[in-house]
């Protein structure tokens, strides 16, 4: 580790959670170069939902790249970017009645989300836009102004502006219409709330708590946007590809954004990747007037095109209901287990996480989990929240041993704070 404490920036963080030197992956297992092995309930913050070195992605990637494929190309035309196009058009919009144009922004999620802004106050001619409370959406300027956690907002050194934030979906509690509340800042003359460009929202808020939306909100959310002419860019950055149970995670809701960021595992295999998913009537870009070099990333296009055989049928949909349900079903058992422990459980699909209102108790559990092998991260502007979010293909045997890993956890942590209650700790 003296490596990385002389040569690497402060700015580290990933590495103090989980503080060894990784060598190798392989679907829901990392091991560290001392031959230790965990079990992954990070998934690459989201990236890795079809697990680490993917056979099938990661030999396709391989015969192109020992075939001269071409690796980087800007936004000039080639095979792989072609193909991909196709393949998502066939597999993915199609058959959800889906029509988008697909622009390639950059190889990250914040390339995607600055490029929608963009394009949604060039299409409007407004420069306002409404984020909602918790959210998260990037570390550039346009997406940090976005971005509800005070921590991060304050490193961007600068005011950040054309910004109004509105209550998630239960922010102000579960009887009130946080949507009743910001349409009335639209309908009056007096709130000085300006007429926005677009609304931009996470049905789930991954890095906000797992903040969990419901369908009746986001249709209603929809149906506000149409009222006042308001474009509607769902960021599916970390819930897309699957996360929650459906490819986008918001189609059970019926619902149709004008615009669509995707990135983490669009990729397949942690190749960066990003999409903005447009509809075709507000395609207005002029050539060139948004670019960026690594927009070409063809290693990507192939692992993409190849992760999307997934969704060629309903194998993999139904693994993640299962299986989601299954980790919903453990983590109730466990908030009703350690009463003392105030924990709460939310999530939808694969990514489910317990929330506990005491302070540094998620941390606790995560640190505990991670020194008995099952790497899991904490969310929240708190780190209130430890979060459980497996690759998508994980094996249900691993994914009851880390569970059981978790289980132990959590019943340490609590013996150390509550011994009258839970016992004396054993660690």
């Not at 009056?188 to 300006?194: H, N, R, V």
């Amino acid at each position: 580790m003296k490596t990385f404490d002389k040569l690497e920036s402060n700015v580290r963080g990933y590495i103090r959670d989980f503080p060894v030197v990784f060598s190798t992956a392989k679907d829901a297992h990392m091991v560290d170069e001392d031959g230790n092995v965990y079990i992954d309930f990070f998934a690459g913050a989201g990236v890795m939902n079809y697990g680490h070195n993917n056979t099938k992605i990661k030999e396709a990637v391989v015969e192109y790249m020992m075939g001269d494929g071409i690796t980087h190309s800007l936004d000039m035309g080639t095979e792989a970017k072609r193909t991909f196009l196709e393949t998502f058009n066939d597999v993915i919009l199609k058959p959800r009645g889906l029509e988008y144009k697909i622009q390639f922004p950059g190889p990250t999620g914040t390339n995607a989300v600055e490029s929608a802004l963009k394009l949604a106050r060039k299409v409007t001619g407004r420069t306002e836009v409404v984020s909602f409370s918790n959210g998260f959406h990037g570390m550039t300027l346009g997406s940090l102004a976005l971005t509800g956690n005070a921590t991060k907002r304050a490193g961007a050194g600068v005011p950040l502006g054309n910004v109004t934030t509105m209550p998630f979906d239960g922010y102000l509690g579960v009887d009130a219409d946080t949507l009743a509340y910001f349409e009335a800042f639209l309908n009056d003359a007096g709130s000085g709330q300006d007429k926005p460009a677009a609304v931009i929202v996470e049905t789930v808020q991954g890095e906000g708590g797992v903040n969990v939306a419901s369908w009746k909100w986001l249709r209603n959310l929809e149906k506000l946007c149409r009222r006042h002419d308001i474009l509607m860019i769902v960021d599916d950055i970390q819930m897309g590809c699957g996360r929650t149970g459906t490819f986008f995670s918001f189609e059970i809701a019926g619902i149709h954004p004008d615009m669509v960021c995707l990135s983490k595992a669009i990729g397949g295999m942690g190749l960066p990747m990003a999409l903005v998913l447009i509809r075709p009537d507000l395609d207005v870009w002029s050539p060139g007037e948004h670019n960026g070099t690594f927009r070409g990333n063809n290693l990507a296009f192939v692992a993409a095109t190849k992760a999307l055989d997934y969704w060629r049928d309903d194998k993999l949909e139904e693994g993640i209901v299962f299986k989601g349900l299954r980790v919903r079903e453990r983590l109730d058992a466990l908030a009703g287990q350690f009463p003392k422990a105030q924990l709460v459980a939310r999530g939808r699909g694969m990514i489910q996480a317990l929330e506990s209102k005491l302070d540094g108790f998620a941390e606790e559990i995560c640190a505990e989990a991670f020194a008995n092998g099952l790497i899991m991260e904490t969310a929240g502007v708190r780190s209130q929240v430890a979060k459980v979010m497996p690759p998508l293909t994980i094996d249900e045997v691993v994914l009851e041993q880390g569970l059981d890993i978790l289980e132990n956890a959590i019943a340490q942590v609590a013996a150390r704070r509550f011994p009258n209650a839970y016992g004396k700790s054993v660690a």
